[in-house]
Nanobody, 121 residues
Framework: QVQLVESGGGSVQAGGSLRLSCAAS??????MAWFRQAPGKELEGVAA???????TYADSVKGRFTISRDTAKSTLYLQMNSLKPEDTAMYFC?????????????????WGQGTQVTISS
């Protein structure tokens, strides 16, 4: 059983940076991803990394966010720069049994509890 624990969320001003981490215990492979959900909005795929390291990003975060993974530590990261108020959301990490980097939540099997990111203008 995979367990995911996110950390690194917080409150920063627009233009600032945050780095989210997701510690994955019981992880044996598969793609990993970050999703987010703002109040009153649907869950949105933010960034994903495949088993072989390929990455994909939502258009809204391209050039500002970077997803990475430390396989030895079974930890997923999301470096977020040039943050905007519209990035405010609960951020979740997720793992899927497949290898492809998807931004479709339906393709993911395990989820963390989330970490809140709040960006003030």
């Amino acid at each position: 059983q995979v367990q995911l624990v996110e950390s690194g969320g917080g409150s920063v001003q627009a233009g600032g940076s945050l780095r989210l981490s997701c510690a994955a215990s019981g992880y044996t492979g598969g793609a990993m991803a970050w999703f987010r959900q703002a109040p009153g909005k649907e869950l949105e795929g933010v960034a994903a990394i495949g088993s072989l390291g390929s990455t994909t990003y939502a258009d809204s975060v391209k050039g500002r966010f970077t997803i990475s993974r430390d396989t030895a530590k079974s930890t997923l990261y999301l470096q977020m720069n040039s943050l905007k108020p519209e990035d405010t959301a609960m951020y979740f990490c997720a793992v899927r049994l497949g290898n492809a980097a998807l931004l479709d939540a339906a393709g993911y099997n395990y989820w963390g509890q989330g970490t809140q990111v709040t960006i003030s203008s």
